[in-house]
């Protein structure tokens, strides 16, 4: 009998702002949990095979790229990053050696950090960014860096996995809203102006060079994706660079078809299971994968508000609750292989 254990545990700062109590320091990494809840099941029916797969946001993500080694290097936007200039820092340094990077981001804090990350992806030092990127200039300024990433960077231009689809700007943008869900009402409206109409231009600019399609291309800050990490998802689209579904990427990356091929059942760890969180969440992404196999699919987690008409319509065949440590996740793998595997081996 073979089980895929995959999901997260990490969920970040904002997520839990909506679902519940920031974790605690001794909350298990993924790799943790997801060990921890496949040592239950093995200890219970050691003959079961048990594959995991870190997939969602965060490290999770760098790790399950990692895991599958694919061809770009893996990086992600903490959701307390204030400054992105080392992380175009190196994007650009990856570049200059022949090698793509992908960017994991979601809806983080801050909403400025594209004009870091800009300046370390142009190659600029600290007094260099603040000079070029400054307010009275920043239009010219921004156009100026975004032409000339787009020319060094070429082919390599970075890929942004978007967590989020929130835009830069709009009703339901990333300068809109809180990643508590709530308004945004600490932003001066007439610099994400600038903001907006910087980024724009620039990428009308850049776009002078190159063959453009039927019909006029969006702006950058309406792009689906394009307020993820800050506005990070703007920049790598005016640059060349692609905008893709985060979840949608890591199944490709990390052949997740290939380990659910003969596979009995798919246990997902998502520790917070309610709506606005599953929305942007990669469970999707996971139980669409299951039901093309056709696969039992449980979800394990710390705390749920889905009654049982939501957990069928995320595709979900059960919840078990109450994974707040590594022991818990432990005694979870446990109750699994009682109440779930041990009833599918006596029915093959």
Known sequence: MKVVLCGQWQTCAGAALIAAPAQGCDSPSDREALEAVARGIVQTLPDARVECLPFGPGEAFVEACEQ?????????????????????????????????????????????????????????SPTEGEAELSLPRLREGVGGLVKRCRQELGEYAPILAATTLRPFTGMASMLAVNPDLTSREDLDVAIVGEWVAALDAADARARTSVPLAAGAPPRVSTLPG??????????????????????????DTAGLAQMLEDADMCVILEPYLHGPLLAESYVPTLTGACADYALPTLAVGVDSSLSRHEVAQWGLHGVMLGADSVDACENLGVRVAHTWLRRMKRSI
Do not use: K, M, N
Request: net charge negative; aromatic share 6%; with cysteine.
């Open 226 to 251: 394009g307020g993820a990490g800050g506005g990070i998802g703007a920049v790598i689209a005016a640059v060349g660079g692609q905008i893709v579904d985060a979840g949608d990427y890591l199944r």
């Open 68 to 124: 599958a080694g694919g061809p770009e290097a893996a990086f992600t936007v903490p959701f307390d990053c204030e400054d992105a200039r080392s992380l175009g820092a190196a994007v650009r340094d990856l570049a200059g050696r022949g090698r793509r990077s992908v960017i994991e981001a979601g809806h983080v804090a801050s909403v400025d950090l594209w004009l870091s990350f800009l300046a370390g992806l142009a190659g600029l």
